[in-house]
């Protein structure tokens, strides 16, 4: 037990305890790394995805790559102010969750949750993906191994969110920065080339030659382009999310970790894009011999292939994979606000070790590496499911905040801010929705609907459930209850069966020990041994009644209904009385131990638990294997 505490705490760090939560808390330095990632890396995949999508306009493409990211970037500054609104009224999180509950309704709210959590999932599995897909450009070799590089990597972000907030934040706070300063300083460098050259800078490594068109530019073709490079826009709500992990003031370091966070992003969507026009970068086909990242191309054109690029590179592929660490942050907050109100079950709403929602990071978890086992960890797979969650969070929480302005009667201006922020998250919404829908945001669709679904059958089963248990009846104290039956399933006579045998002893005069005989399991049929074992030793305790024994023989093998139809018969006769189950059970000591049990006992218990009787009790008397094997050891060392 030690050894295992000790390995719980080298892995996730010592616990927590509930006061000191203030400690947890952090400032936007701190903030930054931890719902920033997601934004911040899609400064990497964001214009690939835009670019990917203009291949086959070839050389054309980079006529347009400025204008389309301008205008994803006014899309960035309309966020920006709403949600700067959005922290100032909800400062204890939520986001688009509690904005839509509290304005627009309860189906709007679970609409805009499962929006946010289908986001989550899916910035998870494109983080990871993307920054593994970083990996393999700049190592090819190593394109098998991309599917374990991306659940090795998952595992990596499961056990260090496991471990708190704090301790995520400064996991990830130096590849965050050197992420931001290696790719500022190439973007710096790439400006003051093409200043010296008149806007046409000679690459130190020439970029792969863009291929001929093959397509005339189309407004559709242009649109889709747009819906792709809005994939940039993920993870900007993760602030509002998760206003409740600042320290006080809260809001203020919730403000200033979203400007910075847009701040940051704005120049290096708007730089990566300048720079791929001057030095004639664009997307290779991904997934495909000689593909190269936009990110790789770039920094080889501006600083070459040396430890530069190296160190660059490095942080690129260390964000993009960390990227997913803002869902970590934030979705497990979501799950328990859904839990508070009964959506999800309420082992969402308790706290791990280390003050973190564990329940909710580990679903996260087997979510995303399930997403990735299906789409083989590739990038360009995923992509088309992604952003639709995003924008439909983004505009059920501005059309909320529309309404919070409106039901208080005054700050005309913000709900004008909010208002524009609802209309172009919407717009961008209907664009991305069908631009993207034969490639798969149908599906996106789907498990929006299907969570809703879910959220709903789950509060149906709590609100029946507090419906069956909701009771005023006092204690009736006028009639006292008759004391239990006992019946005690034994295979053989052994110490697991002796010790339920003495339990069932103690608390219930008439004890009734079964035993169930197939002709698959040689067991000894105790009725030639039951006097000597049981009925003396008893009669010399005094007890009134010495537990009977019944052995019922299975023609057919059946070892479980004969149990369960005997029971049911003792039910019947005994109407008002309560008939306790008592099932011995062994506890063994490893954890290994547990795949070589027959695993009987659970399932006897299991099947009295499921399709039991309001009459029948079930009451587990478990052996412990461990202390037994102790005790022999000790007897055997004190033994002259």
């Not at 998870?124 to 090819?140: D, K, Q, Y």
């Not at 001057?278 to 991904?286: D, E, K, L, R, S």
């Not at 430890?307 to 934030?330: K, Q, R």
């Not at 088309?384 to 501005?398: I, K, V, W, Y």
């Amino acid at each position: 037990m030690l050894r295992r505490r000790a390995i719980l705490d080298l892995i996730l760090g010592r616990p927590i305890a509930s006061e000191e939560e203030q400690e947890e808390r952090v400032g936007p330095v701190r903030g930054i790394p931890i719902l920033g990632l997601d934004a911040l890396s899609s400064a990497a995949y964001g214009p690939e995805a835009l670019l990917t999508v203009l291949i086959p306009l070839g050389v054309g493409a980079l006529a347009h790559v400025t204008t389309l990211t301008l205008l994803i970037v006014g899309l960035f500054g309309i966020v920006f102010f709403s949600y700067r609104q959005t922290i100032d009224a909800y400062p204890n999180g939520g986001g688009s969750y509690t904005v839509a509950k509290e304005n627009l309704g309860r189906g709007a709210s679970l609409v805009a949750a499962a929006a946010l959590a289908l986001d989550y999932m899916l910035n998870v599995a494109v983080g990871i993906s993307a920054g593994v897909g970083a990996l393999v450009s700049a190592v090819p070799r190593l394109l098998p191994s991309t599917l374990p590089l991306c659940l090795g990597t998952l595992a990596v972000l499961v056990v260090v969110n496991l471990r708190g907030v704090r301790s995520a934040g400064a996991a990830f706070m130096v590849p965050t920065y050197a992420f931001v300063g290696a790719l500022l300083a190439v973007l710096v460098f790439a400006a003051v080339a093409a200043a010296r050259h008149a806007g046409h800078p000679v690459p130190v490594v020439a970029p792969p030659a863009i291929g001929p068109p093959t397509e005339a530019v189309s407004v559709w073709l242009l649109v889709r382009a747009f819906a792709n490079g809005c994939t940039a826009m993920t993870g900007v709500e993760a602030v509002s999310n998760g206003v409740p992990i600042f320290r006080e003031p809260s809001r203020r370091g919730a403000r200033r970790t979203l400007g910075a966070i847009i701040g940051l992003l704005i120049v290096l969507l708007l730089g990566v894009a300048l720079a791929c026009r001057a030095y004639h970068v664009g997307a290779t086909p991904p997934g495909r011999t000689g593909y190269e990242s936009v990110l790789s191309q770039l920094t080889a054109a501006v600083v070459g292939r040396g430890w530069f690029y190296g160190l660059t590179m490095a942080t690129v592929i260390a964000v993009l994979a960390l990227s997913a660490n803002t869902s970590f942050a934030d979705l497990p907050r979501l799950c328990r606000l859904l839990a508070l109100d009964g959506f999800l079950p309420q082992s969402f709403v308790r706290r791990g070790r280390r003050l973190a929602f564990s329940h909710g990071i580990l679903v996260l978890g087997v979510a995303s590496g399930t997403l990735l086992v299906v789409f083989d960890g590739v990038t360009a797979a995923l992509i088309p499911l992604f952003a639709l969650g995003a924008f439909l969070a983004f505009t059920m929480s501005q059309a909320g905040m529309v309404q919070h302005w409106r039901r208080q009667g005054r700050h005309r201006g913000k709900l004008i801010v909010n208002a524009i922020g609802a209309v172009g998250t919407g717009t961008t919404f209907v664009i991305i929705a069908a631009s993207k829908f034969s490639e798969g945001a149908w599906l996106s669709i789907l498990i929006v609907l299907a969570l809703v679904a879910l959220f709903l059958g789950v509060r149906r089963h709590h609100d029946f459930v507090l419906r069956a248990t909701r009771t005023d009846d006092a204690l009736d104290v006028c009639h006292a209850p008759r004391a239990p039956l006992a019946v005690v399933p034994m295979r053989a006579w052994n110490a697991e069966s002796l010790k339920a045998l003495h339990f069932a002893i103690g608390f219930a005069p008439d004890v009734v020990a079964l035993q169930v005989l197939t002709d698959d399991h040689q067991a000894d049929d105790l009725t030639n041994r039951w006097a000597e074992l049981v009925e003396r030793p008893a009669r010399r305790l005094g007890l009134a009644t010495a537990p009977r024994l019944v052995v019922l023989r299975s023609e057919y093998r059946r070892l479980y209904a004969p149990l369960f139809e005997y029971v049911k018969r003792m039910v019947d006769q005994h109407r008002g009385r309560q008939v306790a189950v008592v099932v011995p059970e062994t506890i063994e000591p490893r954890w290994w131990d547990y795949f070589l049990g027959s695993h009987r006992s659970a399932w006897v218990r299991d099947l009295f638990l499921l399709r039991g009787d309001p009459q029948i009790a079930v009451v587990s008397a478990p052996f412990y294997l461990r202390e037994w094997v102790f005790e022999r050891r000790r007897l055997r060392v004190s033994s002259p």
